[in-house]
């Protein structure tokens, strides 16, 4: 927007008590008013309600917990699976054998004994089968 001139703007007021009728006169301060003083802040109250928000959002909601176990179930299935079929092919990769030493690691998060066994029978072939290629996983 491109201003042209100076022109006056007629009956303007502020909310000021004086009024200037005069054109060019300077602002000035008057000295028989002060400035209003802010008010006193009291004190924040306890943050009582935030320690219990950050409790509340450490819990694990159950469907979602079943969800993470259940896919990790399946990828490690899968995994399996993938090995079964290059067994009877007669070579298994590395990497798939990495990848089920961490699938095992992940799914011992949150089974009872009886998974706990069935993975380590798992995570023992998968460390035979590695040993046979001369790689030895840490414990």
Do not use: W, Y
């Not at 100076?6 to 303007?12: D, H, P, Q, V």
């Not at 007669?90 to 706990?116: F, T, Y």
Request: glycine share 12%; with cysteine.
């Amino acid at each position: 927007m491109r201003i042209e001139g100076n022109l006056r703007i007629g009956n303007t007021s502020g909310r000021g008590t004086s009024r200037n009728s005069g054109s060019g006169t300077a602002f000035h301060v008057e000295e028989g008013a002060a400035a209003p003083r802010a008010a006193a802040t009291c004190a924040t109250a306890p943050s009582a309600g935030i320690d219990a928000l950050l409790a509340l959002q450490a819990v694990e909601d159950p469907m979602l917990k079943r969800r993470k176990l259940v896919r990790r179930g399946n990828a490690l299935l899968d995994t399996l699976q993938e090995i079964a079929a290059d067994l009877l092919v007669g070579r298994v990769s590395e990497g798939r054998l990495n990848q089920l030493m961490a699938l095992i690691g992940q799914a011992r998060e949150g089974g009872g004994p009886e998974l706990d066994a069935l993975l380590d029978d798992i995570e023992l072939r998968a460390r035979v089968e590695l040993a046979k290629r001369g790689l030895f996983p840490r414990l």
